[in-house]
């Protein structure tokens, strides 16, 4: 083994950092100046750490995927619950065809109502959209699809809001 391949290996490497450090030739820094930086690297970590604890909070409810959220509010959301909920799809699954029949009239898809493969591809992506968030999953080997036990509880959930609770909390917020 040559002395160059020696030189460069991890722990003479770290020999000689360690040896720079100490020596006299290569002074070190004066506190305030270890200070500063050692202040200037804490707010770095924060800053990161701030930015890490956020991308987590919003990956829990996003399951990891870049898709726009519900509104639990929206009519038209409401319409897409509705029609996810039906209680023929509980037994068979649901299929595209089914969930463009239960939204042939709605905003969704009434400017598309010349154009099946148009329609067949929005309705694709609101499918999509509801696995991102975990709502439905895929029936395998099949072309169908199931709501899942969370996505009854949030649709259920968001439904009862909508139609229930709200209507009677903002009658009382304009009362008072």
């Not at 639990?72 to 409401?78: A, E, F, G, I, N």
């Not at 929005?122 to 899942?148: D, E, G, N």
């Amino acid at each position: 083994m040559s002395s160059t391949q020696a030189d460069n290996s991890p722990i003479s490497l770290t020999r000689r950092m360690r040896s720079t450090q100490l020596s006299p030739a290569f002074p070190q820094p004066p506190n305030v100046v270890r200070a500063a930086e050692s202040e200037k690297c804490m707010k770095t970590m924060r800053a990161y750490n701030f930015v890490f604890l956020e991308y987590e909070w919003v990956s829990r409810f996003l399951s990891g995927r870049g898709v726009r959220a519900f509104n639990p509010l929206s009519r038209d959301d409401t319409l897409l619950f509705q029609a996810m909920m039906a209680g023929e799809h509980c037994i068979r699954g649901l299929m595209n065809a089914d969930i463009r029949a239960r939204l042939e009239d709605s905003p969704h898809l009434r400017d598309l109502a010349h154009y099946p493969k148009r329609q067949s591809a929005k309705v694709s992506r609101i499918l999509s959209r509801f696995h991102a968030h975990k709502l439905i999953a895929k029936i395998p080997h099949t072309r169908k699809w199931r709501v899942t036990d969370r996505g009854r509880r949030v649709m259920a959930a968001s439904l009862c809001l909508r139609d229930a609770a709200f209507p009677e909390l903002y009658h009382k917020a304009a009362a008072a």
